[in-house]
Nanobody, 126 residues
Framework: QVQLVESGGGLVQPGGSLRLSCAAS????????MGWYRQAPGKQRELVAI???????NYKDSAKGRFTISRDNAKNTVYLQMNSLKPEDTAVYYC????????????????????WGQGTQVTVSS
């Protein structure tokens, strides 16, 4: 079972930036697509960015142009660079892997493979 450890969250003012990291245990990391999800209070968890095993990326519409997902397979780590943050980005952010994904309208879908980590809290507020 792969274990996931997210870090890098914090309190930031609107317009600010954060870089999230997710370290995954196990040597099979590079085989899977990886995604960053978030869950705001009272809302369902949503997928905001995907990076495929081949390095292609896709983003939820609200993240396009502001967020950048990347991965370092040698370090078993996936990153999410978030710029121009808005209060509506406030949420707990999680990562997970998947075998396949779909894009339905402006939404991304990927069934997570592993148990969730503890997540990292991102709060955007003045």
């Amino acid at each position: 079972q792969v274990q996931l450890v997210e870090s890098g969250g914090g309190l930031v003012q609107p317009g600010g930036s954060l870089r999230l990291s997710c370290a995954a245990s196990g040597s099979i990391f590079s085989m899977y697509h990886m995604g960053w999800y978030r869950q705001a209070p009272g809302k369902q968890r949503e997928l905001v960015a995907i990076i495929t095993s081949g390095g292609s990326t896709n983003y939820k519409d609200s993240a396009k142009g502001r967020f950048t997902i990347s991965r370092d397979n040698a370090k078993n780590t996936v990153y999410l660079q978030m710029n121009s943050l808005k209060p509506e980005d406030t949420a707990v952010y999680y990562c997970n892997g998947g075998n396949s994904y779909s894009i339905i309208g402006s939404y991304l879908r990927m069934n997570p493979l592993w148990s969730w980590g503890q997540g990292t809290q991102v709060t955007v507020s003045s």
